[in-house]
């Protein structure tokens, strides 16, 4: 276990698909672009902030840890780590995702029934598809949802 566990709860999740390093030549014209192109734009990714309001299960980490993985492969992501922390006394959760392609953040205000949640992707995921796996979980009254295309590229 390493030392971020004592901060807070760790996922088992973390991915060995970044252990082999591979040198990449920044010259290589083969190389692959990540950036989204989408609509006539170049794009780095899709930053969704979604808002939850009368949302349920804000207070249990392991249960947010494995629904916003869960969350991330459904959009098509890959999982490098997560890692999430447990307040109390109002049993708010603070936690991160972290993808190849990116991140899903959480943080959750159980007495207020909130959670505020931060999907960024970049590549060929679709950060829209986590969205119905996160409202199994939450089962959120409202949901408001907005997008923003990161790191567009000027013509």
Request: a negative charge.
């Amino acid at each position: 276990m390493n030392a971020l566990a004592q901060l807070g709860m760790v996922s088992e999740l973390p991915s060995n698909n970044q252990a082999i390093s591979v040198p990449v030549s920044f010259e290589d014209e083969d190389r692959k672009d990540y950036f989204v192109e989408k609509d006539g734009e170049k794009f780095a990714g899709t930053h969704l902030l979604v808002d939850m309001w009368g949302a349920t299960n804000l207070d249990n980490p392991a249960k947010i840890d494995s629904t916003l993985c869960e969350a991330a492969l459904a959009a098509g992501a890959t999982i490098l780590h997560s890692h999430f922390h447990h307040f109390t006394p109002n049993g708010g959760v603070s936690g991160v995702v972290v993808l190849a392609e990116s991140h899903i953040s959480i943080h959750t205000w159980p007495e207020r029934n909130f959670a505020a949640v931060d999907i960024f992707m970049c590549g060929a995921c679709d950060p829209h598809l986590a969205i119905p796996v996160m409202q199994r979980l939450f089962q959120a009254e409202q949901l408001d949802v907005s997008e923003e295309r990161r790191g567009r590229v000027q013509a």
